[in-house]
């Protein structure tokens, strides 16, 4: 049973009043721990014509990854410390992609996981694998989440 991940309010990433950023909406399986993200990259973030800018493609992987960890735990934050990226076709513009996450070790402070970008028709065209910190509980109270907009926006990415 998949269900919505939160989003910030100005993350590059995630951020949904981010006017530049992706705004990309995460759902989680707390079942397999697997992050889904079904996106269509802009024509704004194109490197060479009709393929998305490499640096992209690797914030997209970074995201996916670092929510993994979130999926039983919403507020457990961690950030990149080691990001390994294989890109192995060109990642279309404007053309709709499906990433998936998962764990691959938890060892509490630290963990690893991995992403996959694929293509409209199921092929692989990315995929990453980073080694993650957790941010220390007390860099980030609760009222400091509120201040990020850290919570479930609607499907649209208006305040429900």
Not at 10 to 34: S, W
Not at 39 to 58: D, N
Request: glycine share 10%; hydrophobic share 40%; proline share 7%.
């Amino acid at each position: 049973m998949m269900e919505k991940l939160p989003n910030s309010r100005n993350c590059f990433a995630c951020g949904m009043e981010n006017p530049i950023g992706l705004k990309l909406i995460m759902y989680g399986d707390p079942e397999t721990g697997e992050v889904n993200c079904d996106y269509t990259v802009p024509k704004i973030y194109e490197g060479y014509p009709g393929v998305v800018h490499g640096g992209i493609v690797a914030a997209l992987l970074d995201e996916v990854i670092s929510r993994v960890y979130m999926v039983v735990d919403h507020n457990r934050f961690m950030y990149t410390a080691k990001l390994t990226t294989r890109y192995r076709k060109h990642v279309p513009i404007e053309q709709p992609l499906h990433m998936v996450g998962s764990f691959i070790k938890d060892r509490g402070r630290t963990a690893e996981a991995e992403a996959k970008i694929f293509g409209p028709d199921g092929e692989l065209l990315a995929e990453g694998e980073a080694l993650l910190f957790a941010l220390p509980p007390e860099d980030l109270q609760s009222e400091d989440l509120k201040a990020l907009g850290w919570k479930v926006y609607a499907e649209d990415g208006s305040q429900p």
